[in-house]
């Protein structure tokens, strides 16, 4: 069994997890399975829309995954378990640190929520930073791509991935008691994952309880974990300095030079779990509950290991987080812990009244992670702070030749973030948000108008300087149906985004990035004037939907190399500079009848997003033309499912960026429900068949470190 030398001895559990990434396609808004009739799609809701529209209705692109496509295509993290969605891809710090990257935008232009309220962690921060949230906590995951900032705020230009997670019970139970259990294994990195949730009525209540755990080894690559064009890069720099005058020929050199890693991607073992309990009071007006959740994360850092001075450390801040003493020096881990308090509800309100309804949540969390090397803590991360937000739907009512609704709502939190170490790259700050938000639709049946606006004010402070931003969103949608099952929208979308604390106040070294970062504290607000075409409709005898967008940016904020060093890191600065998105993604799904007693479907998605700089060049970790295929064939208690998935090579790269190859990946899914009295399903599948080398240009490790190789996953769910 492999393991890892530099894993805390906390860390080795009996119960395991672990998961590798899948580019399963899983059926989301207009694409569900094809035994569901359009009717049966229409009463999708999208609860991340204030106005509870359906995905059918929904202006904008959004992609709503259930709990079933979410444990066929469990892919360990968040983010790479929806990677394989149109539009959608992964920053891939390696299986644990993952976030979503939509439409080329990453970072904080993605927001991630948890029933529409912040992470409340440092995921934006860094992308070695892993989000507070996991995948099989889900019910579902509603993704909305393009600017979703009316409703999210100033920061969610790119999109939003909401995660809901039920852990606050919003209906009652049917019988005493309901529940899932889901058990995995990978063989790649000889991962196990568990989780269990239950909730169990008493009367006017429910309860919950769920428990989670993944833990996985160190995973197999089919190569090097170097890519061809780096290690040639390397070995043309080792040459140029043996043949610089004065070079001192080091036998150890030549050792280290050759002893490169193979087969496997070293440090890249986890170990997660989390836990959490709830209670909600449901009665006819509605619901409201609260919800504790307490996580822990255990995780190496793969691709490069931290600079410190050896006397500088600071483990006695955080006594929670023990290291190792037989950890290796040159080994880094991440030993993370967050507590969280969720509130939420919906009230029906009673006629005469304006509001029909009124939905708030607020969550509160306490974050910390440490990064520790050489068995002591070097840098401490703190982040501890809320957000809440309160919406009022207004009760439709019949305007012209149409019907009228909307929504207000009202969004705050404050975030108190705090480094310190040795790669405190960002001075200690408080970021404090105010927004107000109203979205109104009216809807003539064939065509119908939607609009919002949102104003917003940020207030962040720090010992570096302080500054306040007013920043004003707005968008306006016209949509048609010229027959039936036929939707098509043109939105036009202004959305300004404040900067962040790291992109205003940033300044020393950060070895995630491998380079040393410098804000620029006189940056102003970032604007984005967008222009996006949807469509769902029958075509080809299938369900097509598909979007092209363009998005202008005025003072993009991005970082960018100086040419400069500083202690043998390349110094990057944050710059503002025009730039241009633009780019489509479609999915197609159709019946295609049937082959001895099988049930056969297919689908097909496709996505590209360009992004340059207006004066000449590319914007970084943009990922390529990418397009998949799959079919599915069911009969019975079991069914079938085999896919391909294409990624063009990457050649449009930045300035300090190496291009990337293609891929092909293969893979293939069966699923056995076998008994009609339970839900009890057994999964098994391969992936990345042909142990294909796979590097993702949104990763700022990609050169270091590719997706797993050949994996096979077993895993078993039962509902009951």
């Given at each position: 069994?492999?393991?890892?030398?530099?894993?805390?001895?906390?860390?080795?559990?009996?119960?395991?997890?672990?998961?590798?990434?899948?580019?399963?396609?899983?059926?989301?808004?207009?694409?569900?399975?094809?035994?569901?009739?359009?009717?049966?799609?229409?009463?999708?809701?999208?609860?991340?829309?204030?106005?509870?529209?359906?995905?059918?209705?929904?202006?904008?692109?959004?992609?709503?995954?259930?709990?079933?496509?979410?444990?066929?295509?469990?892919?360990?993290?968040?983010?790479?378990?929806?990677?394989?969605?149109?539009g959608?891809?992964?920053?891939?710090?390696?299986p644990?640190?993952?976030?979503?990257?939509?439409?080329?935008?990453?970072?904080?232009?993605?927001?991630?929520?948890?029933?529409?309220?912040g992470?409340?962690?440092?995921?934006?921060?860094?992308?070695?930073h892993?989000?507070?949230?996991?995948?099989?906590?889900?019910?579902?995951?509603?993704?909305?791509?393009?600017?979703?900032?009316?409703?999210?705020?100033?920061?969610?230009?790119?999109?939003?991935?909401?995660?809901?997670?039920?852990?606050?019970?919003?209906?009652?139970?049917?019988?005493?008691?309901?529940?899932?259990?889901?058990?995995?294994?990978?063989?790649?990195?000889?991962?196990?994952?568990?989780?269990?949730?239950?909730?169990?009525?008493?009367?006017?209540?429910?309860?919950?309880?769920?428990?989670?755990?993944?833990?996985?080894?160190?995973?197999?690559?089919?190569?090097?974990?170097?890519?061809?064009?780096?290690?040639?890069?390397?070995?043309?720099?080792?040459?140029?300095?043996?043949?610089?005058?004065?070079?001192?020929?080091?036998?150890?050199d030549?050792?280290?030079?050759?002893?490169?890693?193979?087969g496997?991607?070293?440090?890249?073992?986890?170990?997660?779990?989390?836990?959490?309990?709830?209670?909600?009071?449901?009665?006819?007006?509605?619901?409201?509950?609260?919800?504790?959740?307490?996580?822990?994360?255990?995780?190496?850092?793969?691709?490069?290991?931290?600079?410190?001075?050896?006397?500088?450390?600071?483990?006695?801040?955080?006594?929670?987080?023990?290291?190792?003493?037989?950890?290796?020096?040159?080994?880094?881990?991440?030993?993370?812990?967050?507590?969280?308090?969720?509130?939420?509800?919906?009230?029906?309100?009673?006629?005469?009244?304006?509001?029909?309804?009124?939905?708030?949540?607020?969550?509160?969390?306490?974050?910390?992670?440490?990064?520790?090397?050489?068995?002591?803590?070097?840098?401490?991360?703190?982040?501890?702070g809320w957000?809440?937000?309160?919406?009022?739907?207004?009760?439709?009512?019949?305007?012209?030749?149409?019907?009228?609704?909307?929504?207000v709502?009202?969004?705050?939190?404050?975030?108190?973030?705090?480094?310190?170490?040795?790669?405190?790259?960002?001075?200690?700050?408080?970021?404090?948000?105010?927004?107000?938000?109203?979205?109104?639709?009216?809807?003539?049946?064939?065509?119908?108008?939607?609009?919002?606006l949102?104003?917003?004010?940020?207030?962040?402070?720090?010992?570096?300087?302080?500054?306040?931003?007013?920043?004003?969103?707005?968008?306006?949608?016209?949509?048609?149906?010229?027959?039936?099952?036929?939707?098509?929208?043109?939105?036009?979308?202004?959305?300004?985004?404040?900067?962040?604390?790291?992109?205003?106040?940033?300044?020393?070294?950060?070895?995630?990035?491998?380079?040393?970062?410098?804000?620029?504290?006189?940056?102003?607000?970032?604007?984005?004037?967008?222009?996006?075409?949807t469509?769902?409709?029958?075509?080809?005898?299938?369900?097509?939907e598909?979007?092209?967008?363009?998005?202008?940016?005025?003072?993009f904020?991005?970082?960018?190399?100086?040419?400069?060093?500083i202690?043998?890191?390349?110094?990057?600065?944050?710059?503002?500079?025009?730039?241009?998105?633009?780019?489509?993604?479609?999915?197609?799904?159709?019946?295609?009848?049937?082959?001895?007693?099988?049930?056969?479907?297919?689908?097909?998605?496709?996505?590209?997003?360009?992004?340059?700089?207006?004066?000449?060049?590319?914007?970084?970790?943009?990922?390529?033309?990418?397009?998949?295929?799959?079919?599915?064939?069911?009969?019975?208690?079991h069914?079938?499912?085999?896919?391909?998935?294409?990624?063009?090579?990457?050649?449009?790269?930045?300035?300090?960026?190496?291009?990337?190859?293609?891929?092909?990946?293969?893979?293939?899914?069966?699923?056995?429900?076998?008994?009609?009295?339970?839900?009890?399903?057994?999964?098994?599948?391969?992936?990345?068949?042909?142990?294909?080398?796979?590097?993702?240009?949104?990763?700022?490790?990609?050169?270091?470190?590719?997706?797993?190789?050949r994996?096979?996953?077993?895993?078993?769910?039962?509902?009951?």
């Open positions: 069994m492999k393991r890892s030398s530099s894993r805390p001895a906390s860390a080795r559990r009996v119960l395991l997890a672990g998961a590798s990434l899948s580019l399963l396609i899983p059926a989301a808004a207009l694409a569900q399975s094809g035994s569901e009739t359009p009717d049966e799609r229409d009463v999708i809701i999208v609860t991340s829309s204030v106005l509870r529209t359906t995905t059918d209705e929904v202006t904008g692109a959004v992609e709503v995954v259930d709990q079933r496509h979410i444990e066929d295509n469990l892919a360990g993290s968040l983010a790479d378990t929806i990677a394989h969605e149109p959608v891809s992964t920053t891939y710090f390696g644990a640190a993952s976030r979503p990257v939509i439409r080329g935008l990453g970072a904080d232009r993605v927001m991630v929520l948890v029933n529409g309220t992470l409340i962690d440092a995921s934006t921060a860094s992308p070695d892993a989000v507070q949230s996991e995948a099989l906590e889900a019910e579902q995951i509603e993704i909305l791509r393009g600017p979703a900032a009316i409703a999210y705020g100033g920061g969610a230009i790119g999109g939003v991935v909401n995660v809901i997670d039920g852990r606050i019970p919003h209906a009652p139970v049917d019988g005493l008691v309901d529940g899932r259990i889901y058990l995995g294994a990978t063989s790649v990195d000889e991962g196990r994952t568990a989780a269990a949730r239950a909730r169990i009525g008493a009367g006017p209540f429910v309860f919950t309880a769920e428990v989670m755990n993944r833990t996985a080894e160190d995973y197999d690559i089919p190569g090097y974990a170097e890519s061809e064009l780096y290690r040639l890069l390397e070995e043309d720099e080792h040459h140029d300095d043996e043949n610089r005058p004065g070079f001192a020929h080091d036998d150890d030549d050792h280290d030079h050759e002893e490169e890693a193979i496997t991607v070293e440090n890249t073992w986890l170990d997660t779990q989390s836990a959490s309990v709830g209670v909600s009071l449901i009665q006819d007006w509605g619901f409201v509950g609260v919800a504790y959740r307490s996580s822990e994360s255990q995780y190496g850092v793969p691709g490069h290991a931290h600079h410190h001075d050896e006397e500088d450390h600071h483990d006695d801040l955080l006594p929670a987080f023990a290291a190792d003493e037989d950890d290796e020096e040159e080994a880094v881990y991440i030993d993370m812990v967050q507590n969280r308090w969720d509130v939420r509800g919906e009230v029906d309100l009673p006629g005469g009244v304006p509001l029909d309804s009124v939905r708030f949540s607020l969550g509160m969390a306490d974050y910390k992670h440490a990064e520790v090397e050489g068995g002591a803590v070097g840098t401490l991360f703190t982040n501890e957000e809440g937000r309160v919406e009022g739907r207004f009760e439709p009512v019949t305007l012209g030749a149409g019907t009228w609704e909307g929504a709502g009202i969004q705050a939190f404050r975030r108190d973030f705090a480094a310190l170490g040795d790669e405190a790259f960002v001075p200690a700050s408080v970021t404090e948000d105010q927004g107000i938000f109203t979205v109104q639709r009216w809807d003539a049946g064939d065509w119908g108008l939607e609009g919002g949102r104003l917003e004010q940020r207030d962040l402070s720090s010992l570096a300087g302080d500054r306040d931003f007013s920043t004003v969103s707005a968008s306006g949608s016209v949509f048609f149906r010229p027959v039936r099952d036929q939707f098509f929208a043109v939105t036009l979308s202004r959305s300004e985004r404040a900067p962040t604390d790291v992109e205003l106040f940033a300044d020393g070294p950060h070895p995630a990035t491998s380079s040393y970062e410098v804000g620029d504290a006189s940056l102003d607000v970032e604007t984005a004037l967008s222009l996006e075409f469509a769902r409709t029958p075509v080809f005898g299938g369900d097509l598909a979007a092209v967008f363009r998005a202008g940016f005025d003072g904020i991005g970082l960018f190399p100086t040419g400069a060093e202690d043998e890191l390349p110094v990057f600065e944050f710059r503002a500079v025009d730039a241009t998105f633009t780019g489509f993604e479609a999915r197609f799904e159709r019946e295609l009848g049937q082959l001895h007693g099988w049930d056969l479907s297919g689908e097909l998605t496709a996505e590209y997003v360009s992004a340059e700089i207006d004066g000449g060049g590319n914007l970084p970790f943009i990922p390529p033309l990418s397009i998949a295929g799959g079919v599915t064939a069911e009969r019975g208690a069914e079938l499912h085999a896919s391909l998935e294409w990624a063009d090579v990457q050649n449009d790269t930045a300035a300090f960026e190496l291009k990337t190859q293609s891929y092909v990946l293969a893979n293939a899914r069966w699923t056995w429900q076998p008994f009609t009295e339970r839900d009890v399903r057994f999964i098994l599948e391969g992936r990345n068949l042909t142990d294909e080398e796979v590097r993702l240009h949104t990763s700022v490790l990609k050169d270091q470190v590719p997706l797993p190789g994996n096979f996953r077993a895993a078993i769910v039962y509902s009951f």
